[in-house]
């Protein structure tokens, strides 16, 4: 073998030996065709070139095995995965809330507490999360529209971590079918199993105007919804100064001394 033979092996093997794993077995056999090709001459050495092209043949296969192995790691797998069994994850787009009105009537209250609060209007549903003040999630009438709901209902867990989602059919039944539930946490929707035994209900008041025990409490100017949630010494609920969506508001408000704590929804 000449040395410009001896280097195109020595670097073959130097590849091989980085890039690509073989059996004990595997090795053995290619080390010993390259070293019978390495003591024929070049002229009639058919092992030499049987060993090469053996091993450019094994590289190749084993190269695209380790390709495809990387390529579809760990998190890949997971990604590649039907998402049947998780659901779909929607997502947050408020685009369309700054031309949005609140329409015949006030957004409701579906669930609070001292972190999230979650709301029905014409915007669909959405979450907010007081801590971070920011909107998190939001399930849109448009959207559901492709889960055969046309007119959304929707109710909240007693633990504030789903959201069951019904198509009102203007039926005179009490009951509504939840056909669907979402997941807050991971802002996943999926086909519901079976029916909530129970979900939260808010406190509902006496209207604004004409109530004696919370008018003390509410700024009358306000747009004001009549469905509160108790948390600790005080109650959560909704209002805005006018019918433009954008300036919806959240409102926690202490029974002690009628002090607020007030977060703009979509600003």
């Known amino acids: 073998m000449n040395k410009s033979d001896k280097k195109i092996s020595e670097k073959v093997k130097s590849y091989l030996d980085k890039n690509v794993e073989f059996t004990t077995e595997e090795s053995e056999k290619i080390q010993m065709k390259l070293q019978q090709g ?97 909107v998190t999630n939001r399930i849109s009438y448009e959207h559901m529209k492709s889960y055969d709901i046309s007119m959304m209902v929707a109710a909240v867990s007693q633990d504030g971590t789903t959201i069951y989602i019904g198509n009102d059919d203007m039926s005179f039944s009490n009951e509504i079918p939840f056909t669907h539930q979402y997941n807050i946490s991971t802002r996943t929707i999926k086909e519901n199993s079976e029916q909530p035994s129970e979900f939260f209900m808010p406190i509902n008041i006496e209207p604004p105007g004409i109530n004696e025990e919370y008018d003390k409490y509410f700024d009358l100017q306000y747009l004001l919804d009549n469905k509160i949630v108790e948390v600790d010494n005080s109650f959560i609920y909704l209002r805005s100064i006018d019918w433009n969506m954008k300036n919806l508001q959240i409102v926690i408000c202490q029974y002690e001394d009628g002090e607020s704590i007030v977060f703009d929804v979509f600003k």
Request: hydrophobic content about 45%.
């Open 38 to 134: 390495i003591h024929k001459s070049r002229n009639f050495n058919p092992f030499y070139w049987t060993a090469l092209a053996s091993a450019a043949a094994i590289f190749l296969i084993l190269s695209i095995s380790f390709l495809n192995g990387s390529l579809l790691g760990p998190e890949n797998e997971l990604a590649g995965q039907s998402s049947d069994s998780e659901g779909e994850e929607l997502s947050v787009d408020l685009s369309d809330i700054a031309k949005m009105n609140i329409g015949a009537e006030m957004p409701r209250l579906l669930y609070a507490d001292d972190k999230i609060a979650v709301m029905n209007g014409t915007f669909g549903v959405i979450v907010y999360n007081m801590h971070d003040s920011l």
